[in-house]
C-alpha cells in the first residue's frame, strides 16, 4: 500500500511540474479549510491620453537683436558674451562726428532764435505801451505782435530739434532692453555701425520655450494649456511644459505646424538651440490601453508572472499573466486579465490555487 500510494503522489507532482511549466493555469485542488479574508479589486484601464510627438529647438521666451539708426564708429563693447545684465545697462557707445556736428548747429541755432525772441518780446511790450498812450497805430501793434509771435515759433522749432538730436544720440549709446543674458557680440571696438545691423543678441533666461513642429494629421488634436513633456536631447533631460501657443497655417513652414511650449521651472543645463522631442498629451483617451494592476498584487513563480482571482464558489485561482511597463508601483497587463474583471487585491494569510477566501 505504501508504494501505490508513493507512486500516486509522484504522478500528482509530475503534472502540476509540467502546467506550470507551460504557462497554464495551476492544478485546482478545492480546500475545505477555513476561509482566508481577502481584498478585492476591479481591473481598470489605464485611461492614458494618446499622446502628439513632435521635435524642434529651445528659445529664450525674450529675445532681441539689438542695432541702432545711426551710423558710426563703435568707441566702446561693454558687454560680452555671458554677461548677465540689468535693463538700461550700457551695452555699447558709438561715435558720430555727424550727429555732433549736428548738435552743435542746433545749439547755434536755439541761440540765435533765443536772441531774436528777446527782442521782438521787448518791441512788443514798448508798442503795448505806446498804443496805450495814442502814440503808436493799431496796425503797427499788430505788425509787432506779428513779430513776436514768429520769433517765439522759431525757438520753439529749435528746442524740438534739439529734442530731435538728444533722442537720435540714445542710438549711439546702446542700452539693455530687459534683464537677461549676452549671446552673442557681432561687433568690436574700432567698427563701424550702420543702420539695422546687428550688434548684439540678447536673451532671457529667465523663461524659455521649446518651439516645435507638428504634422497636419496632428494638430487639430492640440490646444492651448495642454500639458506636455520635452526630452533635451544633448543634457538626456526631461522637463514639464504647456502648450502656450499654436499656429494655424504651416504656410511658410513646409506643411509642419509651429506649437510654443512653455517650460516649468529653471534648468541651467537646458540653454536656447538645444534640440528636443515633445510629447504632447492630447485630449482623446489612447486605444486599447491595458489594464494596470498594483505591483503587490502580481505573483511571481520564476520566470512566470500572474494574479489571483477569484471565482464564484469563492474560491481562488492563480492565473497567469503577460505584463508590460511598471509606472508608479503600477504594472501593466498586456494580456490575461480584461478591464473590469476581479482580481485579489491583497489577503490575510497565504493563497494558493483551490484554497477557499471570504470578502
Known sequence: MRKIKTYILIAIASVSLYACSNGQEEEIVV?????????????????????????????????????????????????????????????????????????????????????????ASNDYERFKNLHKSGSASDKELENMKSRYEMAKASLDAAKSMKQEVLAQFEYLNIRAPFDGTIANTFVKAGDMASPGFPLINLESMAKLEAIVMISESDIRDI??????????????????????????????????????????????????????????????????????????????????????TPTEDGVAILRWLRL????????????????????????????YNGIKISY
Open 31 to 119: 480546500d475545505n479549510s477555513k476561509a482566508i479574508p481577502v481584498s478585492i479589486a476591479k481591473a481598470k484601464a489605464n485611461g492614458a491620453k494618446s499622446t502628439i510627438n513632435g521635435s524642434g529647438q529651445i528659445h529664450a521666451f525674450e529675445s532681441a537683436n539689438i542695432s541702432t539708426r545711426m551710423m558710426g564708429r563703435v568707441e566702446k563693447v561693454q558687454a560680452k558674451s555671458g554677461m548677465k545684465v540689468k535693463k538700461g545697462d550700457l551695452l555699447i557707445a558709438i561715435s558720430s562726428a555727424d550727429l555732433q556736428a549736428k548738435a552743435a548747429q542746433v545749439d547755434a541755432n536755439i541761440a540765435q532764435a533765443n536772441a531774436a525772441f528777446q527782442n
Open 223 to 308: 490646444k492651448a494649456g495642454q500639458k506636455a513633456t520635452i526630452h533635451i536631447k544633448s543634457a538626456d533631460k526631461h522637463a514639464a511644459a504647456t502648450v502656450r501657443e499654436v499656429s494655424y497655417s504651416s504656410k511658410n513652414t513646409g506643411g509642419q505646424y509651429i506649437v510654443k511650449l512653455d517650460l516649468s521651472g529653471q534648468n541651467e543645463e537646458i540653454l536656447p538651440g538645444m534640440f528636443v522631442n515633445a510629447e504632447i498629451e492630447a485630449d482623446s483617451i489612447a486605444e486599447n490601453t491595458p489594464v494596470v494592476v498594483p505591483t503587490t498584487a502580481i505573483i511571481r513563480k520564476g520566470q512566470l508572472s500572474g494574479i489571483y
Open 324 to 351: 508590460g511597463e511598471v509606472k508608479d508601483k503600477q504594472v501593466e497587463v498586456l494580456s490575461g486579465l480584461l478591464a473590469g474583471e476581479d482580481y485579489i487585491l491583497s489577503s490575510e494569510g497565504r493563497l
